[in-house]
Every structure is written in structure tokens, then in C-alpha cells.
């Protein structure tokens, strides 16, 4: 059973950073790719970023480009977001995503 447990969220002023982790059970975290997506109040889920079962491909939505960056530890079936220079629109519930399968989500908030 694939289990996926994210962390890594808080509230920090724009600007700031924060670096989330998926930590992944139940399947072989190696063989397949991961997502992050993020929802915002009010608003629909959507793709944030994902990267390929060994890391080497790595896709973000356009706006995420070079603010963010994906990465994977297949030793420690961990994938991770770092996000840099936060702005207010990046606040929302960020979760991860694998084989169809969803985590409790992580909250960020980016405020002044």
C-alpha cells in the first residue's frame, strides 16, 4: 500500500525559503516518478513539479522555473521540494503525489 507523508511546511515572509519532503512506503519509491502539487485556497490542485523515477528528468509548471527545484533520494525513498524566493501566491497545501496516490498535504503560507 502506498503511503506518502509530507513535511517540511510553515509560514515565512516573502522572500523566504522552505524545503518540503515526501517520505514514501509501500512500493519500490526507485521505479517511479513523483509529482508535488500544490492547492491554494479556493482554488484547484495543480502541478507544481515532477521528476522521473532515477531524477535524471526533471518537468516544473512555467512560473516555478528556477524558484523551484525537485530532487529524489531513492536510498531514503525521499523526494523534495526547494522552494526559494516565496511570494504570497505560493501559499497553499502542497502535496505529493505517486502511482496515483496522495499524502495529508503540507501547508505554506508566505506572508508578511
Known amino acids: 500500500q502506498v503511503h506518502l507523508v509530507e513535511s517540511g511546511g510553515g509560514s515565512v515572509q516573502p522572500g523566504g525559503s522552505l524545503r518540503l519532503s515526501c517520505a514514501a512506503s509501500?512500493?519500490?519509491?526507485?521505479?517511479?516518478?513523483m509529482s508535488w502539487y500544490r492547492q491554494a485556497p479556493g482554488k484547484e490542485r495543480e502541478l507544481v513539479a515532477s521528476?522521473?523515477?532515477?531524477?535524471?528528468?526533471?518537468n516544473y509548471l512555467d512560473s516555478k522555473k528556477g524558484r523551484f527545484t525537485i530532487s529524489r533520494d531513492n536510498a531514503k525513498n525521499t523526494m523534495y521540494l526547494q522552494m526559494n524566493s516565496l511570494k504570497p501566491e505560493d501559499t497553499a497545501v502542497y502535496y505529493c503525489?505517486?502511482?496515483?496516490?496522495w499524502g495529508q498535504g503540507t501547508r505554506v503560507t508566505v506572508s508578511s
Open positions: 503525489n505517486a502511482l496515483n496516490s
Open positions: 509501500g512500493f519500490t519509491c526507485s521505479r517511479y516518478p
Open positions: 521528476i522521473s523515477s532515477l531524477g535524471v528528468t526533471t
